[in-house]
């Protein structure tokens, strides 16, 4: 059975919300609900654009709801964990009180069997709120707005900001080769593959072909690759302080090119290699994780590294060789 390696790539920020949306979310936080006047009518949530035609709307903000009639609903039976709600809800179109337009948000009811367009729905606030349509959890059933639990209140000034976390979440299919190579590095060997046709050496864990002559390539052609190189290419990372960044200090990857073999790793981390020292033709040997020490299976993006930790100086002279720093792959 295929084995799936999940990585996720998170893109926060913060987006400037302006004069109409931050009035908007200025007010969730005070539990009001805010609508735009338009020709047709009142826009909830407010614009500051006509929708229909591209003309400018005056900020004439007007309060609606807080309930709100269902005007259509689709069901989520199996929420996932980027849903408002981590039980069965329903979706659902609501025109609020006094607006023109719907809402769209979750209304938390039992089943359904529950509802119907046309039933009544009012918000069930958050209790802490921040300035953010999550501010309101979700719809319930009835005329009356709740409050999850103590009413804490919101940020007491105007929201002119909201954090934004963009996420892409990637389920890769993992290579049989690619756990094979990972079980190898238990025991403190890397392997390659080399083609019986050119004699070209590849690096195990990768789809196992040869890309020059079209072969794929079985178990016959493993080889152990050396536990030493050069480096050839190296990156110093200056890390930005971003939102998930734990690294605070800068650091390098490095491109090894394995002795007597044409396969050079790329983006190896150096272990007791100060950034400062790192440059083109320096000899470097693995360092292991021990044995019994627990591996990273993680094989998204990237090969896995296994229980190989990095790359350290092996004291040997430098190689000093100009067309080094051609071997980038
Ligand atoms: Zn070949």
């Not at 926060?12 to 609508?35: D, N, Q």
């Not at 002119?160 to 094979?180: G, I, R």
Request: aromatic share 8%.
């Amino acid at each position: 059975m295929t084995r799936f390696a999940e990585s996720t790539i998170t893109f926060p920020y913060k987006r400037s919300l302006g004069p109409v949306t931050g009035a908007f979310m200025t007010a969730l936080a005070e539990k009001r609900i805010l609508g735009v006047r338009s020709d047709a009518g009142v826009l909830v949530p407010p614009m500051e654009w006509d929708p229909a035609t591209g003309a400018e709307l005056g900020a004439d903000l007007v309060e609606v709801g807080p309930a709100g009639t269902v005007e259509s609903w689709t069901w989520v039976p199996e929420p996932t964990e980027q849903h408002p709600l981590d039980r069965p809800f329903a979706f659902a179109f609501i025109r609020l009180d006094g607006a023109s337009s719907p809402l769209l948000h979750a209304v938390d009811a039992a089943s359904p069997a529950a509802l119907s367009a046309g039933m009544r729905v009012a918000p069930r606030w958050r209790g802490r709120r921040v300035g953010h349509i999550t501010d309101i959890a979700c719809f319930v059933p009835g005329e009356r707005s709740e409050v999850d639990g103590d009413d804490v209140g919101g940020p007491g000034q105007p929201v002119e900001l909201m954090d934004y976390t963009a996420a892409v979440t990637y389920s890769t299919p993992v290579l049989a080769m690619a756990d094979h190579a990972l079980a190898a590095t238990r025991e403190h060997r890397l392997i390659g593959l080399r083609c019986p046709t050119c004699e070209r050496v590849y690096v195990g864990g990768d789809r196992p072909y040869c890309p020059v002559d079209a072969l794929e390539l079985d178990a016959d052609a493993e080889v152990d690759l050396p536990n030493v190189g050069t480096i050839t290419n190296f990156i110093v990372v200056e890390p930005v302080q971003y939102p998930g960044q734990t690294a605070t200090e800068p650091f390098a990857r490095v491109f090894v090119l394995l002795d007597g073999t044409d396969v050079v790793l790329t983006y190896q981390p150096v272990i007791d290699l100060p950034v400062g020292d790192i440059h083109v033709g320096v000899r470097v040997a693995a360092v292991w994780a021990p044995r019994d020490a627990p591996v990273d299976t993680f094989s998204g993006i990237g090969r896995p590294m296994g229980s190989l930790l990095g790359w350290t100086p092996s004291g040997e002279p430098d190689v000093n060789d100009p067309d080094l720093v051609n071997r980038i792959y």
